[in-house]
């Protein structure tokens, strides 16, 4: 077969694979539900890189025969059906070999998490909150064909349509894994609804995704949360306005602020805003090891100045352009009503590439 580096360094999956193989199927390892449920994600992550590894075989040992025919035997026709197939693996083998790379590299820890999504308008007065407004129904709608839930904890409405902050909490399978590609700022060109002369004007909002920290990623000292309660704004129905049931807590040693007032209840909203709280401490450790990796500068939030952009939405052209990676797709209106898939898939693809690359393969 021919010589392929990259099948050897499968050796140890497939060793650890037939490993987890008869672990599961202990009796032992199965009443230990945690660790079953451990190696049940292990053995279908490998199963994965195992499968892989027998295509590319496969296709390397199909080659060599190929190769023999073409070399050693005299029927015309075997020779050219032989010299087809030749082309037709030489031009698959280089794809399987990527596919295998990309799965060799070890994936984000925080990827199977839930998330924080919080949304603030940024240049443009108005119609920057009205865009904020429209990114959150982008992602609202994207979040229920995922078959996520999204729960909003807080909100700040614009004067006129939309939101100068929201935040909410999406939970479901994977989802910081896939929503923390959105994290930075979107810029919209179009003429906004309070234009009067029929300018394109350009706004920004600013869209920040947290991973959801849980109570054993962050240890809080009780002693330096400020806690704080008032009654709620905005829509509610009679309890608005008249219990004292939102939660303000600050973090005294590092400043953040967190509030939360969309559930009645007052104990509901402090552990909502706990989680919050946990996360946001979570993100700036998170934020100082992402510093020092150059694939994860694609992913920070920046400012909400609109020259610092990730992605444009340009209305007058019905495109979307995320220019971390030169993608433009002319479907805006599909894009806008949850339709981001693509664009997703284009930076995971950048991204395990690069990490690839990082890791040597």
Known sequence: MSDNTLLDKLGVFHARFHEIEQ????????????RFVRLNKEYRELEQIV????????????????????????????????????EELKASIPAWETRIKLLLVPADPEDDKNAILEIRS???????????????????????AKHWKMEVTNTSEGTAGGFKEIVANISGN??????????GVHRVQRVPATETQGRVHTSAATVAVLPEAEEVDVELNPADIRKDTFCSSGPGGQSVNTTYSAIRLTHVPTGIVVTCQDEKSQIKNLARAMTELRSRIYAIERQKHADEIASRRRTMIST??????????????GRVTDHRVNFTLYNLPAVMDGNIDEIIERLQIEENMERSRESGF
């Open 23 to 34: 672990l599961i199927t202990d009796p032992g390892v199965i009443r230990d539900m945690p």
């Open 51 to 86: 499968e892989a590894g027998k295509v590319l075989e496969n296709g390397l040992k199909a080659l060599d025969e190929a190769r023999e025919i073409l070399e050693h035997e005299d029927d015309k026709e075997l020779k050219e059906m032989a010299a087809g197939e030749i």
């Open 122 to 144: 940024g240049t443009g007065g108005d119609e920057a909150c009205i865009f904020a407004g429209d990114l959150f129904r982008m992602y609202a709608r994207f979040a229920e």
């Open 174 to 183: 994977g989802v910081y894994g896939v929503m923390k590609y959105e994290s």
């Open 304 to 317: 909400g100045d609109r020259s610092a952009k990730i992605r444009t939405y340009n209305f007058p052209q």
